[in-house]
């Protein structure tokens, strides 16, 4: 871990200029660091830690935590301080900032970090405790907000926690499977008298009809056409905006596409799919192609890992991407394109499997061939998609029949009903 002030910003000013950042994005970064550097120079302070990163975000920012809305200004200033926390405790710019310190307390607090400890030890991935975590904390300080043990739970004060919460159907429902699990849990561990689980009511949320976000195809075309293809990063990001809206791969497929994957000879790429376990076919499309050939040729760096696009950060370079790196990529374009209201739909490349799939529907591709470019094992699957074909909606509709009842005619409606 780098303490020193100043070659820890020697190396987060290098990981910028790897990354190849917008100038103007540059020097708002590095001017923050600036008069970080003043404030440490005023101080007597030599080394950098987290908690010295803290304190100048509360003296100066105001909060050292991002909170909801915050003011364009103000985001920019904090992400500019928790670039050297976080690269200074784990050799990478972390991707959001913190919005909550996962602080518990009390009786559920400790029956909570009992509980995720639980679930490590039977080999829960991180990210999964992670998102135990995060609804737990909420559910932990309501009940020490309102003086709450387990037993004083009932059905009215779950309820009443999830309206204070004002989640979104989805985030009603993981939470309220989570809150089951942790509830059976302190029963089961004897640190409540009863199963309060059966106070978690069951939501009709698998289903709601849901529709999936959509794109037009120009807004597509605009998304990809926005790439500067002329940088080492331009090319991989490109590649990963084809594969997104050209074949509709989920993230988690276009991290795992490897050199495995291409026939080149019959101009073809297989692969099971990540999610579904379930073998596709895509043809090797030639802008697909001459993307890989350009990106491997002029900007991967040098790896022995099978997957074809890899980082590129000082950091991890070399590795694997994560799936929330292709979420971000996606995000990075939708914003330079300027795509009409994206940031108020969903916008990562699943948005652009169900534009691809929507599309398609719209050209009056046949849903068995859509539900095998998605990969789909049954079309009724893909026949979610029917729900945003407007046009081909209209067609279906049955022409209103005459009405032969005077309880319905001109003369009838203003007689006596």
């Known amino acids: 871990m780098e303490k020193d002030f100043g070659r820890l910003v020697a190396l987060c000013d290098e990981e910028l200029r790897h990354r190849e950042y917008d100038y103007n994005h540059y020097v708002r970064i590095t001017e923050q660091w600036t008069l970080l550097q003043k404030w440490l120079q005023k101080k007597g302070i030599s080394e950098f830690s987290e908690e010295i990163g803290n304190s100048y975000c509360d003296e100066v920012l105001g909060a050292h935590l991002m909170p909801r809305r915050a003011p364009e200004k103000f985001r920019k200033r904090l992400r500019a301080i928790r670039m050297l926390i976080s690269y200074q405790s784990n050799g990478d710019f972390e991707f959001r900032c913190p919005r909550i310190e996962y602080t518990f307390s009390g009786e559920a607090g400790e029956t909570a970090l009992a509980y995720l400890d639980n679930c490590r030890s039977r080999l829960f991935s991180e ?5 135990k975590r995060y609804y737990l ?51 089961d561990t004897g640190r409540s008298c009863r199963d309060n689980s ?14 999936p976000t959509t794109y037009e195809e120009h807004e597509i075309r605009k998304l990809v056409s926005s790439v500067e293809r002329a940088s080492a990063i331009g090319k991989r990001d490109y590649l990963i905006l084809l594969l997104a809206t050209e074949y509709g791969w989920r993230a988690k497929d276009i991290t795992k596409f490897s050199f495995d994957n291409i026939d080149w000879e019959n101009n073809l790429i297989h692969f099971y799919q990540h999610k579904t376990d379930v073998p596709v076919s895509f043809p090797l499309l030639s802008t697909v192609g001459n993307a890989i050939i350009d990106y491997l040729k002029y900007s991967r760096p040098e790896t022995d890992v099978p997957e074809i696009i890899v980082s590129m950060e000082n950091a991890n370079k070399g590795k694997p991407l994560a799936s929330p790196t292709i979420h971000s990529v996606v995000t990075k374009y939708m914003k330079r394109a300027e795509i009409k209201n994206w940031h108020d739909k969903k916008h990562g490349p699943h948005a652009m499997r169900h534009s691809l799939a929507t599309n398609l529907l719209k050209k009056n591709v046949t849903m068995p061939i859509i539900s095998t470019v998605m990969g789909h094992q049954r079309t009724e699957t893909t ?35």
């Open 127 to 131: 990210k999964t405790v992670d998102n």
């Open 137 to 187: 904390y909420s559910f932990c300080k309501y009940l020490s907000v309102n003086r709450l043990s387990f037993d004083d739970l009932s059905v009215e004060r779950t309820e009443a926690f999830f309206s204070s919460m004002k989640y979104t159907p989805a985030s009603r429902h993981n939470s309220a499977g989570c809150i089951k699990l942790f509830l059976q849990y302190a029963c």
């Open 198 to 211: 059966v106070f978690v009511l069951p939501d009709n949320y698998k289903k709601d009809c849901k529709l």
């Open 383 to 417: 026949s979610i998609y029917l729900s945003v074909d407007y046009d081909s909606l209209k067609q279906c509709a049955l022409p209103m029949p005459a009405l032969r009842s005077p309880f319905y005619s001109e003369e009838g409606s203003h007689g006596k009903v």
